[in-house]
T-cell receptor, first 111, second 112 residues
Framework: QQQVKQSPQSLIVQKGGISIINCAYE??????FPWYQQFPGKGPALLIA?????SEKKEGRFTISFNKSAKQFSLHIMDSQPGDSATYFC??????????FGQGTELSVKP | KAGVTQTPRYLIKTRGQQVTLSCSPI?????VSWYQQTPGQGLQFLFE???????NKGNFPGRFSGRQFSNSRSEMNVSTLELGDSALYLC???????????FGSGTRLTVV
């Protein structure tokens, strides 16, 4: 019940395209859903986060869509750029600093 | 403002030894969490400290321990190292202790 399932494992998108990464959870007590971006040799960096009282949140080219009834949320990267090539992690939280992470998606944006 | 600082960046230890990793959180942040990252298991929560008290603990053996000092700096200790402990150990800090966690660049531990 504590798992967060993320798909796909890897994703290749053309420059200018839309990258979509999906996550699903089971624990309805989760109430904070962040997305992190990680480059090689670096720690994860917080991209954007959402709480279950909203269905969508947008920050620049990054949008989270949240479906509470389906217990799913997704990250959309609009106008994907080669500099977006990184590993993306979804996560969920309901207990202070205990983030439960998805397995990660390796995104490659081709020029 | 300065980010989360982890030292050292790299460590090579021998099986059976112990190791201590250090984390300096962002100034003013009272919550510090530790995570282990491996290719096979991904990012796994170790423990979280808030105002010097361990508030949450993950499913790791007792060889993994931590503490937090009054200035919010935190240390993590692994005793009797095993080959499987080779990983990137990440520290994250938060002002609220609930969200907005900022990660450091990690300590890469290799056990030989």
């Amino acid at each position: 019940q504590q798992q967060v399932k993320q798909s796909p494992q890897s994703l290749i998108v053309q420059k200018g395209g839309i990258s979509i990464i999906n996550c699903a959870y089971e624990n309805t007590a989760f109430d904070y859903f962040p997305w992190y971006q990680q480059f090689p040799g670096k720690g994860p960096a917080l991209l954007i986060a959402i709480r279950p009282d909203v269905s969508e949140k947008k920050e620049g080219r990054f949008t989270i869509s949240f479906n509470k009834s389906a217990k799913q949320f997704s990250l959309h990267i609009m106008d994907s750029q080669p500099g977006d090539s990184a590993t993306y992690f979804c996560a969920a939280n309901n207990q202070g600093g205990k983030l439960i992470f998805g397995q990660g998606t390796e995104l490659s944006v081709k020029p | 403002k300065a980010g989360v600082t982890q030292t050292p960046r790299y460590l090579i230890k021998t099986r059976g030894q112990q190791v201590t990793l250090s984390c300096s959180p962002i100034s003013g942040h009272r919550s510090v969490s530790w995570y282990q990252q491996t290719p096979g298991q991904g990012l796994q929560f170790l423990f979280e400290y808030f105002s010097e008290t361990q508030r949450n603990k993950g499913n790791f053996p007792g060889r993994f321990s931590g503490r937090q000092f009054s200035n919010s700096r935190s240390e993590m200790n692994v005793s009797t190292l095993e080959l499987g402990d080779s990983a990137l150990y990440l520290c994250a800090s938060s002002n609220t202790g609930y969200d907005g966690y900022t990660f450091g660049s990690g300590t890469r531990l290799t056990v030989v």
